[in-house]
């Protein structure tokens, strides 16, 4: 089906103004449930903050999936992975579980979309190159698809800024499949009906937040995120797959460094800390609201500089694409990102 300007602006409206609704209702059974955020030295919220917020967006997905989607062996194996996410979030909001349970969820996941659904990554076009993987395409796959879902989980710290970065990759990847005409694929229906159900949410998580999102909604979105990226590229909607892993820059970019961070320290990769991007924003004395948008405005340079290397000049989506990398690389080594510069506080005497 292919889908013209009127038709999109339906899908964004039922879709946005469903979720919109749907989210107090959401609120009321999360408080109900005991599904809270709870402070701690790791939270930035003062008090118990619902957090099943990732269930209203996958209730405007489902509605948009109902309204607007073709049923497809893909689509149903994405619709099955999903609800395994959401299952599994909406568990550890109430209960915590163990990461080791949610990453074989993770896993769960990707193998459905994968070995069900047919979908996988066979080859990748990269700046003139092209590389096969063969044999090599379907752990590649699964390792993408889980990558995503936890690049969403850890950059999911404060009001609105998983939900506005999911929400720039929607809207950029609608906007280089409308202006190529490409606007008929199963990636482009599913990012126009995510990016109506996120902005709906995001309405009432941006800050200072009502609603968290949650583990549900930070799995299901990167799931989500990995899944219209295979398509895309699948669909020739992209030209090469590295344009959305360079629209999630800034996420991918943050991840890999708490990574790195994590085992430089000695310390597990699954443990939490509070010097990620946005942690070093604040401590330069951003406000929360401040830190959201400037970050917003990082991503949304990568997503420019992906549209600019789509739809008009390669060479200068290249160039804009180093240019940001070399900026947010200066500022990843001079701040405490890899390594904590802060010198330790001395004992107060008695």
Request: glycine share 8%; hydrophobic share 55%.
């Amino acid at each position: 089906m292919k889908y013209d300007l009127k038709q999109v602006l339906i899908i964004l409206t039922v879709t946005f103004t469903f979720t919109m609704l749907i989210v107090p209702i959401i609120k009321k059974i999360s408080l109900h449930i005991g599904a809270v955020d709870r402070p701690n030295e790791r939270r930035i919220n003062k008090k118990d903050m619902p957090n099943l917020g990732g269930l209203a967006i996958f209730a405007g997905f489902l509605l948009g999936y109902i309204l607007f989607c073709e049923q497809t062996v893909i689509m149903n194996s994405v619709l099955v992975g999903g609800f395994i996410l959401i299952i599994t979030g909406m568990i550890d909001s109430i209960n915590s579980l163990k990461a080791r349970y949610q990453f074989f969820a993770h896993l769960l996941s990707a193998f459905i979309v994968v070995f069900y659904g047919g979908l996988s990554l066979n080859v990748i076009d990269a700046f003139g190159y092209t590389i096969n993987f063969g044999i090599f395409s379907y752990p590649i796959t699964i390792f993408f698809i889980v990558g995503m879902i936890n690049v969403i989980n850890l950059i999911d710290g404060l009001d609105g800024l998983a939900s506005g970065i999911s929400s720039i990759f929607f809207l950029t990847i609608g906007i280089i499949a409308f202006i190529m005409n490409k606007i008929g694929g199963l990636d482009i229906a599913l990012s126009f009906v995510m990016l109506g159900s996120t902005l709906g949410f995001l309405v009432h998580n941006f800050y200072p937040a009502k609603i968290y999102m949650g583990q549900s909604g930070s799995m299901f979105l990167g799931y989500i995120i990995a899944v219209i990226a295979l398509l895309g590229f699948k669909n020739v909607t992209l030209t090469s797959f590295l344009v959305p892993i360079l629209i999630m820059a800034i996420p991918i970019i943050d991840t890999f460094f708490a990574i790195l961070r994590r085992i430089i320290n000695k310390q597990s990769i699954a443990s939490a800390d509070k010097q990620h991007l946005h942690h070093q924003l604040l401590k330069m004395n951003f406000s929360h609201r401040t830190t959201v948008l400037i970050i917003y405005y990082i991503d949304a340079l990568f997503a420019f500089a992906s549209i600019v290397y789509v739809l008009k000049d390669a060479k200068l989506g290249i160039f804009l694409y180093v240019i940001l990398l070399i900026i947010v690389i200066w500022f990843v080594v001079t701040t405490n990102i890899i390594i904590n510069r802060e010198k330790p506080k001395k004992n107060a005497r008695k």
